[in-house]
């Protein structure tokens, strides 16, 4: 079967043969239905290395961190799965027994260190190919719902899902603000988290205009980057400053975005992982702002978020490429002339 893989450290991934998996006692083979392409594999071919990621990164295997599909076998061991029913891929593998993991949230596994690999598509082989296998424990139903567009909410959708839930608290009440910085892939997606999860106003911001005026068909009001962009949101919150920044670029000038809105006791979520430093001191933000950064999600959050899917509460904005053309969506993610996501229907 044809599978994208990225085969060695700051090169791009390439189209090859490889053979079709067998799963594991266990494990179930999954038919891919769609595999997102997320700007996080631009970071992991371009611009990591042994050094800055380490082994469980390391090539190599095939991409796709976000898929959905359908099953087509199960191995040893699995019962009450059905060859055909669709099923979002929960990507985190962690032990699978320790504290982290009983809860759901691999991401946190508390013995990554003697796992060989990171998630499905991040060091173990992942969904940009006709067939890939996935731990029974990783699937989430998604009954009738169409798995193509659902394929992102596995991560596109469920890391925002799980920053937006941490700062909750922030977002309950009258009169409450939230920003999102960057509306691509991610940050459509949180945009309309944020409207069926709270009341409060959604400010976004992009400098792609077209980005911009999708949000804004969700309800976000909208304000353009350039002089007086802070002002012109602090306005908007009569003052007070925003109550939950998310920032899914995280550069510093986007950062430091956040760090002039942000209101008394609110809170910046940094999830775009551009590294942008930034300085901090007793005086540089208002009392008790928090500044965070954040890391995918927990399994039951993306039940959560499947099931705020398939209410209707949330629409995947997708691009659909064949595999033969799956690298063809990497270049369109890496010069931004994507709306929404990539999503590669093998
Ligand atoms: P994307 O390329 O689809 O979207 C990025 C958006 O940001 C684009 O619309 C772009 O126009 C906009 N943008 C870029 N620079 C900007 C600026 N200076 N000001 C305003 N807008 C700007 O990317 P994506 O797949 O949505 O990923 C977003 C970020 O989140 C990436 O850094 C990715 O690696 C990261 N990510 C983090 C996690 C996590 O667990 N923390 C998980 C997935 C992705
Ligand atoms: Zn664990």
């Known amino acids: 079967m044809k599978a994208v893989r990225f085969t060695e450290w700051k090169t791009?991934?390439?189209?090859?043969?490889?053979?079709r998996p067998k799963p594991a006692p266990g494990e179930v083979l999954l038919k891919v239905a769609g595999a997102?392409?997320?700007?996080?594999?631009?970071?992991?071919?371009?611009?990591?290395?042994?050094t800055t990621a380490g082994p469980q990164l390391a090539p190599e295997y095939t991409l796709g961190h976000e898929t959905a599909g359908w099953i087509e076998e199960v191995g040893?061991?699995?019962?009450?799965?059905?060859?055909?029913?669709?099923?979002?891929?929960?990507?985190?593998?962690?032990?699978g027994h320790c504290a982290a993991c009983s809860r759901g949230q691999d991401t946190y596994c508390e013995n990554a260190a003697k796992t060989p690999f990171?998630?499905?598509?991040?060091?173990?082989?992942?969904?940009?190919?006709?067939y890939m296998?996935?731990?029974?424990?990783?699937?989430?139903?998604?009954g009738d719902a169409d798995p193509v567009a659902a394929a992102p909410l596995a991560d596109a959708g469920l890391t925002p899902y799980h920053a937006i839930k941490l700062a909750l608290?922030?977002?309950?009440?009258?009169?409450?603000?939230?920003?999102?910085?960057?509306?691509?892939?991610?940050?459509?997606?949180?945009?309309?988290?944020?409207?069926a999860t709270t009341a409060a106003t959604v400010i976004a911001t992009d400098m792609k205009p077209e980005a911009m005026a999708l949000a804004a068909s969700r309800g976000a009001v909208t304000v353009e980057g350039g002089e007086g962009q802070a002002d012109r949101i602090r306005e908007l919150t009569e003052g007070r400053g925003v109550d939950a920044v998310f920032d899914f670029v995280g550069l510093t000038p986007t950062i430091q975005l956040a760090q002039?809105?942000?209101?008394?006791?609110?809170?910046?979520?940094?999830?775009?992982?551009?590294?942008?430093?930034?300085?901090?001191?007793?005086?540089?933000?208002?009392?008790?702002?928090e500044l965070t950064n954040t890391y995918w999600g927990t399994i039951e959050e993306l039940h959560e978020l499947a099931a705020l899917y398939r209410a209707g509460h949330i629409e995947v904005d997708v691009t659909?490429?064949?595999?033969?053309?799956?690298?063809?969506?990497?270049?369109?993610?890496?010069?931004g002339t994507l709306l929404g996501r990539a999503v590669v229907v093998p």
């Not at 040893?76 to 032990?95: M, Q, R, W």
């Not at 002039?260 to 702002?289: C, H, L, M």
């Open 118 to 130: 990171l998630a499905s598509g991040l060091g173990k082989d992942g969904g940009m190919a006709e």
């Open 169 to 195: 608290h922030k977002l309950q009440g009258g009169g409450k603000t939230a920003l999102v910085i960057g509306l691509g892939g991610l940050g459509q997606i949180a945009v309309q988290i944020l409207k």
């Open 36 to 50: 997102g392409a997320c700007h996080s594999d631009v970071a992991v071919y371009e611009q990591f290395d042994e």
């Open 260 to 289: 002039k809105v942000v209101g008394k006791q609110g809170r910046i979520t940094v999830v775009g992982i551009a590294g942008g430093p930034v300085s901090w001191d007793f005086y540089s933000n208002p009392y008790e702002a």
């Open 76 to 95: 040893e061991g699995v019962l009450g799965l059905t060859k055909g029913d669709a099923y979002l891929v929960y990507g985190p593998i962690g032990c």
């Open 133 to 142: 296998t996935v731990p029974a424990r990783n699937l989430v139903p998604l």
């Open 320 to 335: 659909r490429f064949s595999l033969d053309d799956a690298l063809l969506a990497y270049e369109h993610l890496e010069n």
């Open 12 to 19: 791009k991934p390439s189209l090859r043969e490889v053979p």
